[in-house]
């Protein structure tokens, strides 16, 4: 028992606390072989914990990343849909203009400079 306990606390932190509490057992009085038979249970639980946490860092970082990507997106759409309001806006103010020319200088204002002068 002894070499095999040595042999597995001396990986990693997570293995020590696997260590430590396969010893706590022992201590307990739960045979060897027992927790034998549990160390690869334990050892492929620790692991699907490990992979649970790395997928949840993950998702938020895919979470910010993608939150990021949107904003900036909708920040986009708001300036080019401002932007063609603002060529909108242009478009109308220049047709008024021309019309206002237009009208300076329509059939009407011709004959009333013909017939008033001055």
Not at 7 to 15: G, M, P, Q
Not at 21 to 33: N, S, T
Not at 52 to 76: G, Y
Request: charged residues 35%; hydrophobic residues 35%; contains cysteine.
């Amino acid at each position: 028992m002894g070499n095999a306990l040595n042999t597995l606390s001396s990986a990693t932190k997570e293995d020590t606390k696997l260590y430590n509490c396969i010893k706590e057992l022992y201590e307990q009085g739960v045979p060897f072989d027992e927790l034998k038979a549990l160390i690869p249970d334990m050892k492929r639980t620790r692991e699907q914990l490990r992979m649970k946490r790395m997928l949840e860092n993950n998702n938020e970082v895919l979470t910010a990343m993608i939150t990021k990507e949107l904003s900036f997106l909708l920040d986009a759409k708001e300036r080019q849909e401002e932007e063609q309001f603002k060529r909108l806006d242009q478009l109308i103010r220049q047709q008024q203009s021309f019309r206002k020319e237009a009208a300076k200088t329509g059939p009407a204002e011709r004959l009333k400079r013909l017939l008033l002068p001055g």
